[in-house]
T-cell receptor
Framework: QKEVEQDPGPLSVPEGAIVSLNCTYS??????FMWYRQYSRKGPELLMY????GNKEDGRFTAQVDKSSKYISLFIRDSQPSDSATYLC???????????FGKGTHLIIQP | SQTIHQWPATLVQPVGSPLSLECTVE??????LYWYRQAAGRGLQLLFY??????ISSEVPQNLSASRPQDRQFILSSKKLLLSDSGFYLC????????????FGQGTRLTVV
């Protein structure tokens, strides 16, 4: 059964803090891992894409995948008020039958 | 570059009326196409996906249908809307044979009244 668990929040942190967002998944067949950012009433925007285990860094964002623990993380350094949004994790396996999403974490960065 | 267009952005329809939402992709050929619905507190639910013209797979039984009349066009339809069809509908695409990163349109907020 496809399943991805994600704490819905809200998570409120002060500007400049390091933010840690996490998801767990149950199916070890997943091998593609993504983080999306979604502003209110907009479509999700791809932030990070990782294949298999390891870290990937892009500016202030770092994505981490631990396949042995079935655990994925997104770290945001020097958080800004513009980072306030809902963050969705997504996982994919073989085939083209679509991604499985977490329910999203609502993040609030306080100025 | 590849872009995806989805319209309309907002739609209010009475119960029992038909529905047609359209999505088109530009800048690529033979994309995989997806319709998701997003409800508050429930995340994104995959409704339909298509790997080619005329090829539609449905993930959940429902009051909706999908069609792909052209390579880069994906349509979501209903003959008679229900109140429970209200939600935020998102079209997405990706490339290749695997579930790699998908790119989303801006969504259609449908309210059935």
């Amino acid at each position: 059964q496809k399943e991805v668990e994600q704490d819905p929040g809200p998570l409120s942190v002060p500007e400049g803090a390091i933010v840690s967002l996490n998801c767990t998944y149950s199916n070890s067949a997943f091998q593609y891992f993504m983080w999306y950012r979604q502003y209110s009433r907009k479509g999700p925007e791809l932030l990070m894409y990782t294949y298999s285990s390891g870290n990937k860094e892009d500016g202030r964002f770092t994505a981490q995948v631990d396949k042995s623990s079935k655990y994925i993380s997104l770290f945001i350094r020097d958080s800004q008020p513009s980072d306030s949004a809902t963050y969705l994790c997504a996982v994919g396996g073989g085939g083209a039958d679509g991604l499985t999403f977490g329910k999203g974490t609502h993040l609030i960065i306080q100025p | 570059s590849q872009t995806i267009h989805q319209w309309p952005a907002t739609l209010v329809q009475p119960v029992g009326s038909p529905l047609s939402l359209e999505c088109t992709v530009e800048g690529t050929s033979n994309p995989n196409l997806y319709w998701y619905r997003q409800a508050a507190g429930r995340g994104l639910q995959l409704l339909f996906y298509s790997v080619g013209i005329g090829q539609i797979s449905s993930e959940v039984p429902q009051n909706l249908s999908a069609s792909r009349p052209q390579d880069r066009q994906f349509i979501l339809s209903s003959k008679k809307l229900l109140l429970s069809d209200s939600g935020f509908y998102l079209c997405a695409f990706n490339m290749g044979q695997q579930n790699t990163e998908a790119f989303f349109g801006q969504g259609t907020r449908l309210t059935v009244v």
